[in-house]
């Protein structure tokens, strides 16, 4: 049962790696106009525009594969039980088995990816805030991607 949850989480931490490379990638390239204001903000050019779609979209990415299989997956690898548990109760065994910070920032972290859901197009003020906070949090949720990762691998040596 074991090599067959760590052949999951090797597949999870492959596709978490491509996920943060590219977000991070797009990150740079839009880095140099950060913190985003309103006034240019709307003259973005095309160029621009991609980078902050492959990043939100990266981050999303990485965020839902995070959530939805690496959390349970190391969480089955400790023995731990996740079936038909709440989230709220995964994250608590995460933080507990200090494999996350906080189930409160991630709980933030998913609030704040949220917020941008909302495409506030006929409002660049609040499109900025949003777009802003989402970007100011990337080190955190890779904070927590890598830190499940060093503990993965410690585990393993």
Not at 22 to 45: E, G, T, V, W
Not at 102 to 125: C, F, G, M, T
Not at 128 to 145: C, G, H, K, M, P
Request: proline content about 3%; overall charge negative.
């Amino acid at each position: 049962m074991s090599n067959i949850i760590e052949q999951k989480l090797e597949r999870i931490f492959r596709e978490c790696d491509t996920h943060q490379a590219r977000m991070m990638s797009a990150y740079h390239k839009i880095q140099h106009k950060l913190p985003l204001k309103p006034a240019s903000y709307l003259q973005f050019n095309e160029e621009d525009v991609e980078h902050i779609d492959q990043f939100l979209f990266r981050y999303e990415k990485l965020q839902d594969a995070m959530g939805q299989r690496l959390f349970k997956a190391m969480l089955t690898l400790l023995q731990e039980e996740v079936e038909h548990v709440p989230f709220l109760d995964i994250l608590h065994k995460l933080e507990k088995l200090n494999l996350i910070a906080s189930a409160e920032k991630w709980q933030e972290l998913r609030e704040i990816r949220n917020a941008i859901a909302h495409e506030y197009d006929d409002s660049p003020e609040l499109m900025v805030q949003a777009l802003n906070a989402i970007f100011s949090s990337n080190e955190a949720l890779i904070d927590t991607y890598d830190g499940l990762k060093d503990a993965y691998q410690k585990r393993q040596s």
